[in-house]
């Protein structure tokens, strides 16, 4: 059964509210219980230095977005749970993607096509306060995804056109220094249709931008007990019948209930229900559910060290992924250790050639041993040893991850049963894996 790696990048800007929890967070937890699913979860810090700048601000929200997604339920044994700015190889990346990006396709990227009609607008000049960040985002955001190949990437409508610009790089770079090998997958956008969007305190969908959300977790029962209570409704009295089809009250509460529970409560507005009863019942079945978790994002809040070393545990899980991968794709642009270059086939005689070509080329070695085991060996293109693999019970055990290593070279490197040879630099090893793969 393959695995299908998933990756969702949360901005640290503000502070989450009941919609975020019901429209993102909750359901985006439930996901990477799945079985089969790899997940990146990542708190985009990068990206919020884009919108903010504000320091305080900035800290503030990463920390209370890492203290909320661990204490909804995120199980960071599970899932790679990190902070962009702690794996500097995803700004690496980005140089590298920047480099075969057109200056035209970020010409169309919707965020900055608004800032420019907004300019233009308001009479001034089209490129007014935009910044060189929020002008390449879309090229960061490619970075998150392809630095981890995640085939599957959850995202609002209006992120669905970044991954398709996240698709297009990939297949650039792939075409302009892959020599016939796919470095990148090719990420698909996964837009939740069904998931609710959760109406605010108004019945326009909850937004900090309409000043109609309920909190998640600040303010505490108080809080969401008091924004409850301010739920807009209309004008009919206790013992009259309400409709339970044009309430957004209804709407939050189901979000929250059973399929029998939302029968009983719709039939009890049918029947007069009292729209403070009704706002007791919807308090009682939300705080239900939070209370818990609240309880957890108050531990957190208040031992952040707690929540630095789980992010730095994360970190170290990423950079596992990232570092050999980008030691590669180091490779496939040409910045590589000094070696003497190769020279032109056809400037030397055949013998020469021959020769030269069997020093420049690694291979893989399969033998049985007495053991009665299958093993492989990776020889650099001096002779050297550099890779000794374990004990296969099958031969074709051992074949596959030759294949493995041979088709997708550093990035599985990590994963694969083999021992490095001592002595041997990891370098030489990614060098002599990506010379056999462009060979
Ligand atoms: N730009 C995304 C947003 O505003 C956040 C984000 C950054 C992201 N990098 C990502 C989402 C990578 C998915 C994948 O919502």
């Not at 935009?130 to 995202?155: C, E, K, Q, R, W």
């Not at 977790?217 to 007990?225: C, D, N, P, S, V």
């Not at 559910?289 to 031992?303: I, K, S, T, V």
């Amino acid at each position: 059964m393959t695995t299908t790696r998933v990756l969702t990048g949360i901005t640290t800007t503000g502070t989450p509210h009941l919609g975020n929890y019901v429209g993102a967070i909750r359901p985006a937890i439930e996901a990477s219980r799945r079985a089969n699913v790899q997940s990146f979860f990542f708190l985009a810090d990068y990206h919020a230095l884009i919108k903010c700048d504000d320091p305080q601000r900035i800290e503030r929200s990463r920390l209370e977005l890492a203290a909320t997604w661990l204490a909804c339920g995120l199980d960071p044994e599970l899932v790679t749970f990190y902070r962009q700015s702690d794996v500097p190889e995803v700004l690496e990346l980005t140089w590298l993607l920047t480099c075969v990006c057109p200056k035209g396709m970020m010409n169309r990227a919707h965020a900055y096509k608004a800032a420019c009609d907004a300019n233009a607008t308001a009479g001034e000049d089209l490129d007014a306060g935009v910044t060189m960040g929020l002008f390449s985002y879309p090229v960061l955001m490619a970075a998150d995804i392809l630095m981890f190949n995640a085939h599957l990437v959850p995202v609002g409508r209006d992120q669905v056109q970044h991954i398709e610009m996240t698709r297009d790089l990939a297949q650039r770079f792939n075409h302009v220094f892959g020599g016939g090998r796919h470095f990148f997958v090719l990420p698909e956008a996964v837009v939740e249709e069904q998931v609710a969007t959760l109406p605010g305190l108004d019945g326009r969908k909850m937004s900090k931008s309409y000043d109609n959300t309920i909190p998640l977790f600040e303010g505490g029962t108080k809080a969401l007990g008091d924004a409850i209570a301010r739920i807009v409704t209309d004008s009919r009295l206790p013992g009259e019948p309400k409709d339970p089809d044009t309430a957004h009250l209804v709407t939050l509460y189901e979000a929250f209930a059973e399929p029998a529970q939302v029968a009983n409560f719709r039939s009890e507005l049918q029947a007069g229900l009292g729209w403070g009863d009704a706002k007791q019942r919807l308090f009682n079945l939300v705080e239900a559910e939070l209370a818990p978790m609240r309880a957890r994002y108050a531990e957190f809040m208040a031992h952040p060290d707690r929540l630095e070393d789980l992010l730095m545990a994360g970190s170290d899980k990423a950079r596992g992924l990232a570092q050999p991968f980008m030691a590669e794709l180091r490779q496939a642009v040409g910045l590589r250790r000094m070696l003497a270059l190769k020279r032109a086939p056809h400037a030397d005689s055949d013998g020469e050639q021959a020769g030269r070509s069997k020093l420049a080329r690694p291979s893989f070695k399969q033998y049985r041993e007495a053991d009665g085991l299958f093993y492989f060996k990776f020889i650099g293109p001096d002779d050297r040893v550099l890779l000794q693999s374990h004990g296969f019970a099958q031969g074709k055990e051992s074949g596959a991850w030759v294949q493995k290593l041979k088709l997708e070279g550093g990035a599985v490197l990590a994963g694969a049963p083999v021992v490095l040879t001592d002595g041997v630099k990891l370098e030489d090893v990614l060098e002599a894996l990506s010379a056999l793969a462009s060979a």
